[in-house]
């Protein structure tokens, strides 16, 4: 049974850092691109970013390059998403999701498993 288990999420003031983090079980973790997605409170889930299988590459949403790095473990089956220069807009349940793919993909309905998330709030 494929798990992907969010954890690190909480409250941070807005200028702040966080560093989540996905442990996956019962899948072969490096064969799978891993993403991470957030959804807001009466908002679509939109895409993060996503890392490569080997984790040579990462791709980012536009609202978040340049303060949020992902990074991945694979003997550890784990991936993170640090997040730095947090904003109040940053406020989202996080999730990761596991993509059997060969290349990062920006749409949640690709991806082929899903945590059950972790709430991130940002106040200013």
């Known amino acids: 049974q494929v798990q992907l288990a969010e954890s690190g999420g909480g409250l941070v003031q807005a200028g702040g850092s966080l560093r989540l983090s996905c442990t996956a079980s019962?899948?072969?973790?490096?064969?799978?691109?891993m993403g991470w997605f957030r959804q807001a409170p009466g908002k679509e889930r939109e895409f993060v970013g996503a890392i490569t299988r080997s984790g040579s590459l990462t791709t980012y949403a536009d609202s978040v390059k340049g303060r949020f790095t992902i990074s991945r473990d694979n003997a550890k089956a784990m991936v993170y998403l640090q997040m730095n220069s947090l904003k109040p807009e940053d406020t989202a349940v996080y999730y990761c999701?596991?993509?059997?793919?060969?290349?990062?993909?920006?749409?949640?309905?690709?991806?082929?498993?899903w945590g059950r998330g972790t709430q991130v709030t940002v106040f200013s």
């Open positions: 999701a596991a993509d059997r793919s060969a290349t990062m993909r920006i749409q949640s309905r690709l991806y082929d498993y």
């Open positions: 019962g899948l072969p973790f490096s064969s799978y691109i």
